[in-house]
């Protein structure tokens, strides 16, 4: 018997998940209220992944969740592969569900030389098998436009923002892009809010990975909240440097509000060391214990991956979910 859920007459919607973020994937299945799928994952002796499904596929409505977080190489393969033997046992259309967008990052050449990794992944994934992408907060927009087929770019602002409001009066908060590149990420965020918006210009060393220098704050933050806004904290170095900035500029308090908890190390140390009053993230990424503190609010983007499953099987709006925000 299958697992999936049918719609009338029609396709069989069914959910399949990869090792990276179980946690996160039963989650899903739960608002969905279709069970994952059982599927053989193992690794061979030598690192190779078998993957295989334990009922028919055929026919089926399919979307594959892998959430791209360490080792992000492994589990990219193994979302690949999963894609691969949905297509040779005859799924009749793959969707694969992509919360954290791997490579993204790399997605132009900033030198010579250089590859744009984040098309090559869109590339493989087309490759495989996929016929359309979902993501969360893409790094850059553009990314949509390196996979050729339908790419569904979901936003977690309103998760954000929801948890925030209650929080924040907007009468003396300020939303503030931590560089140049998240400027109209803030927009949105005060536009919604009714708040003025900051940003801070910085520099980075192209020979050294992940070291950033902070210069100057542009806009109202002296006595104010600031809600420091990104798309991922990565070591946080980023984000601790423009809180201090925040603060030498006259700031109150300052809250750091990102999708993608990537926390690669030292970023924790630097979080729980710095003058941030709280750090509030989605779980796109699996966070181990290890990596969780005391000012760290973590919630849950599972209902709205849910939503957009049930938009793109019923062949509904996904743009719909974000109230024309697009």
């Known amino acids: 018997m299958s697992s999936g859920k049918r719609r009338t007459g029609e396709r069989n919607l069914m959910f399949f998940s990869g090792r990276a973020h179980p946690a996160l994937a039963e989650e899903v299945a739960a608002h969905l209220g279709v069970p994952i799928t059982p599927t053989a994952l193992r690794d061979f002796a030598n690192g190779e992944i078998y993957v295989r499904y334990l009922e028919s596929v055929r026919g089926c409505d399919a979307f594959v969740m892998q959430s791209h977080t360490a080792p992000i190489n492994k589990w990219i393969m193994e979302q690949l592969i999963m894609v691969d033997a949905l297509k040779r046992a005859s799924a009749s259309r793959i969707t694969v569900i992509m919360p954290f967008y791997g490579y993204a990052r ?114 109202q933050v002296a006595g104010r909240t600031c809600v420091l806004v990104d798309d991922m904290i990565d070591t946080g170095g980023s984000i601790c440097k423009a809180a201090e900035a925040l603060y030498e500029h006259g700031a109150t308090n300052v809250i750091a509000a990102a999708t993608h908890a990537v926390f690669s190390d030292p970023a924790v140390d630097r979080l729980k060391n710095s003058r941030i009053s709280e750090v509030v993230v989605t779980n796109t990424l699996p966070i181990p214990d290890e990596k969780r503190f005391d000012n760290l609010t973590v919630l849950s983007i599972a209902p709205l991956i849910a939503r957009a499953i049930i938009e793109i099987f019923t062949d509904g709006s996904v743009t719909s979910l974000f109230e024309g925000d697009s």
Do not use: C
């Open 106 to 219: 790399q997605d132009k050449k900033g030198r010579g030389r250089e590859p744009i990794t984040a098309r090559l992944i869109a590339d493989l994934f087309k490759q495989a098998g996929a016929d359309r992408l979902m993501s969360i907060d893409l790094h850059t927009s553009q990314i949509q436009g390196f996979f050729d087929g339908p790419v569904d770019h979901l936003f977690a602002m309103p998760v954000l923002v929801n948890y925030l409001r209650s929080k924040l009066d907007p009468a003396t908060t300020t939303i503030v892009s931590p560089d140049t590149g998240r400027v109209r990420l803030a927009e949105r965020w005060s536009d919604t809010l009714g708040t003025p918006v900051a940003f801070i210009h910085k520099r980075r060393d192209l020979d050294v990975a992940n070291q950033v220098k902070v210069h100057e704050v542009v806009g």
